[in-house]
């Protein structure tokens, strides 16, 4: 298995431009390193996964043979916007993240009792699980 990053605490809507909202719950995400690396940059089209109706399926398609996300091509032209900017500032094809992904599918699939919980790319694992 890979080297994991290290994780760290994310502002959605970075602190120095929002900072009313610099110690809210709901602007607060456990991330990586590599995600925490988009500092100032937001974009009101970045997707948020707590929101009510979000749904990662909705967004992204996954490139089985690779890993890596792409917006999913049956969604709205503002949903596949949305899911390009979070791809880009977030770099979630980059690092070795689609790498992962696959390792973690093999991971989930070798397994003889999986437990999605236990799993980090639960969302990923869901789709391509067979």
């Known amino acids: ?24 719950w709901d602007n607060l995400f456990l991330c990586c390193g590599i ?3 988009k500092g100032d940059n937001f974009d009101e089209d970045l997707l948020k ?7 990662f399926d909705n967004y ?4 089985w043979d690779t890993g ?24 979630l094809n980059e690092y070795g993240k689609p790498n992962d992904r696959l390792e973690e599918l093999k991971k989930f699939n ?7 919980d236990s799993f980090s790319y639960r969302f990923f694992l869901k789709a391509g699980s067979l």
């Open 68 to 91: 890596e996300l792409i917006p999913n091509l049956d969604a709205s032209e503002k949903d596949q916007r949305s899911a390009e900017i979070t791809i880009q500032l977030y770099q």
């Open 35 to 37: 995600c925490q690396k």
């Open 1 to 24: 298995m890979g080297k994991r990053i290290p994780h760290t605490i994310e502002h959605f809507r970075p602190k120095t431009k929002f900072p009313l909202l610099a110690y809210q």
């Open 110 to 116: 070798d397994s003889h009792s999986p437990e999605m």
């Open 60 to 63: 992204f398609d996954i490139k």
């Open 49 to 55: 996964p707590d929101e009510e109706n979000y749904d």
